[in-house]
Protein backbone atom coordinates (compact mmCIF):
# COMPACT_ATOMS: atom_id res chain seq x y z
CA UNK A 1 0.00 0.00 0.00
CA UNK A 2 1.14 3.63 -0.82
CA UNK A 3 -0.02 6.87 1.08
CA UNK A 4 -2.19 8.72 -0.94
CA UNK A 5 0.82 11.51 -1.77
CA UNK A 6 1.91 9.09 -4.06
CA UNK A 7 -0.48 6.93 -5.14
CA UNK A 8 -1.61 6.89 -9.14
CA UNK A 9 -4.96 8.33 -8.16
CA UNK A 10 -4.43 12.31 -9.16
CA UNK A 11 -7.80 13.29 -8.98
CA UNK A 12 -7.39 14.74 -5.36
CA UNK A 13 -3.47 16.02 -5.34
CA UNK A 14 -2.58 19.59 -5.47
CA UNK A 15 -1.03 20.80 -8.83
CA UNK A 16 2.58 20.75 -6.73
CA UNK A 17 2.30 16.81 -6.34
CA UNK A 18 1.92 16.09 -9.72
CA UNK A 19 5.48 15.96 -10.26
CA UNK A 20 5.87 12.76 -7.96
CA UNK A 21 3.63 10.91 -10.71
CA UNK A 22 5.58 10.24 -13.53
CA UNK A 23 3.77 7.62 -16.17
CA UNK A 24 7.36 5.84 -17.58
CA UNK A 25 8.70 2.39 -16.94
CA UNK A 26 9.70 2.99 -13.37
CA UNK A 27 6.66 4.28 -12.10
CA UNK A 28 5.22 1.04 -13.49
CA UNK A 29 6.64 -1.41 -11.41
CA UNK A 30 6.50 0.64 -7.62
CA UNK A 31 4.90 -1.90 -5.70
CA UNK A 32 5.88 -4.29 -3.40
CA UNK A 33 7.52 -7.26 -4.51
CA UNK A 34 6.31 -10.64 -2.76
CA UNK A 35 8.99 -13.25 -3.03
CA UNK A 36 7.18 -17.13 -2.76
CA UNK A 37 8.93 -20.10 -2.27
CA UNK A 38 7.02 -23.74 -2.90
CA UNK A 39 8.70 -27.20 -1.93
CA UNK A 40 6.07 -29.27 -4.44
CA UNK A 41 7.97 -32.06 -3.13
CA UNK A 42 5.90 -34.22 -0.62
CA UNK A 43 7.84 -35.14 2.54
CA UNK A 44 9.47 -38.39 2.79
CA UNK A 45 7.31 -40.99 4.75
CA UNK A 46 8.28 -44.28 3.73
CA UNK A 47 10.57 -46.41 5.48
CA UNK A 48 13.52 -48.37 3.93
CA UNK A 49 13.34 -52.02 3.56
CA UNK A 50 15.32 -54.34 4.79
CA UNK A 51 16.09 -57.87 4.80
CA UNK A 52 18.35 -60.12 6.96
CA UNK A 53 19.52 -63.25 6.40
CA UNK A 54 21.97 -65.63 8.68
CA UNK A 55 24.06 -68.08 7.21
CA UNK A 56 23.62 -70.68 8.83
CA UNK A 57 20.10 -70.31 10.77
CA UNK A 58 20.26 -73.26 12.46
CA UNK A 59 23.46 -74.75 13.94
CA UNK A 60 24.19 -78.41 14.10
CA UNK A 61 25.52 -80.27 16.41
CA UNK A 62 25.26 -78.41 19.67
CA UNK A 63 29.17 -79.01 20.68
CA UNK A 64 29.50 -76.01 23.04
CA UNK A 65 32.51 -74.73 20.18
CA UNK A 66 32.13 -71.24 18.34
CA UNK A 67 30.42 -71.26 15.11
CA UNK A 68 31.32 -68.60 12.30
CA UNK A 69 28.07 -66.98 11.64
CA UNK A 70 27.75 -64.53 8.52
CA UNK A 71 24.87 -62.27 7.81
CA UNK A 72 23.27 -61.04 4.28
CA UNK A 73 21.75 -57.38 4.85
CA UNK A 74 19.47 -56.25 2.45
CA UNK A 75 18.41 -52.39 2.84
CA UNK A 76 16.65 -50.11 0.19
CA UNK A 77 15.15 -46.86 -0.31
CA UNK A 78 13.01 -45.06 -2.80
CA UNK A 79 14.53 -42.03 -2.37
CA UNK A 80 18.62 -42.82 -2.11
CA UNK A 81 21.03 -44.09 0.30
CA UNK A 82 20.34 -45.71 3.68
CA UNK A 83 22.53 -46.15 6.69
CA UNK A 84 22.33 -49.35 8.49
CA UNK A 85 23.56 -50.65 11.40
CA UNK A 86 23.37 -53.70 14.03
CA UNK A 87 20.97 -51.97 17.07
CA UNK A 88 20.43 -55.12 19.50
CA UNK A 89 21.53 -58.55 20.04
CA UNK A 90 19.43 -60.76 22.57
CA UNK A 91 20.60 -64.27 23.29
CA UNK A 92 18.51 -66.82 25.69
CA UNK A 93 20.23 -70.05 27.06
CA UNK A 94 23.04 -71.28 29.08
CA UNK A 95 26.19 -70.95 28.39
CA UNK A 96 26.03 -68.23 25.46
CA UNK A 97 28.83 -66.56 24.27
CA UNK A 98 28.98 -64.45 20.83
CA UNK A 99 32.11 -61.80 19.26
CA UNK A 100 31.30 -59.56 15.90
CA UNK A 101 34.23 -60.35 13.80
CA UNK A 102 33.12 -57.78 11.21
CA UNK A 103 30.31 -55.81 9.83
CA UNK A 104 28.36 -58.74 8.92
CA UNK A 105 30.26 -61.68 10.40
CA UNK A 106 29.81 -63.26 14.47
CA UNK A 107 31.13 -66.26 16.22
CA UNK A 108 28.65 -67.99 18.80
CA UNK A 109 29.06 -70.50 20.67
CA UNK A 110 27.29 -73.86 19.74
CA UNK A 111 25.39 -74.37 23.45
CA UNK A 112 22.29 -76.51 23.08
CA UNK A 113 19.29 -74.63 22.74
CA UNK A 114 20.93 -71.46 22.43
CA UNK A 115 19.12 -69.03 20.41
CA UNK A 116 20.47 -65.67 19.28
CA UNK A 117 18.82 -62.72 17.79
CA UNK A 118 20.45 -60.29 16.36
CA UNK A 119 18.58 -56.90 14.55
CA UNK A 120 19.87 -54.91 12.21
CA UNK A 121 18.18 -50.84 11.82
CA UNK A 122 18.09 -49.12 8.43
CA UNK A 123 17.70 -45.46 8.64
CA UNK A 124 16.97 -43.60 5.03
CA UNK A 125 18.17 -39.70 4.89
CA UNK A 126 14.70 -38.55 5.56
CA UNK A 127 15.05 -40.21 9.27
CA UNK A 128 12.80 -43.16 8.68
CA UNK A 129 13.52 -46.60 9.90
CA UNK A 130 12.58 -49.91 9.48
CA UNK A 131 14.19 -53.11 11.69
CA UNK A 132 14.86 -56.53 10.89
CA UNK A 133 15.82 -59.63 13.45
CA UNK A 134 16.93 -62.63 12.28
CA UNK A 135 17.21 -66.07 14.69
CA UNK A 136 20.27 -68.11 14.95
CA UNK A 137 18.89 -71.49 16.82
CA UNK A 138 21.78 -74.07 18.22
CA UNK A 139 19.97 -77.71 18.06
CA UNK A 140 18.60 -79.67 20.79
Known amino acids: DEPSL?????SFKLPAQDPLYAPDAYR?????PVIVGLDLTPPDTTD???EVTA???LIWPPNNKMRTVEFTIDAA??????TVELTDVSVSGAKVSWTQVDDDTFTVKAAKGAVYRFTWTATDAA???RADTV???VGK
Do not use: A, L, W
Not at 28 to 32: I, K, N
Not at 77 to 82: F, K, T
Open 135 to 137: EVV
Open 48 to 50: PTI
Open 77 to 82: DDRGDV
Open 28 to 32: SSDHD
Open 55 to 57: DPE
Open 6 to 10: IDYDM
Open 127 to 129: GNT
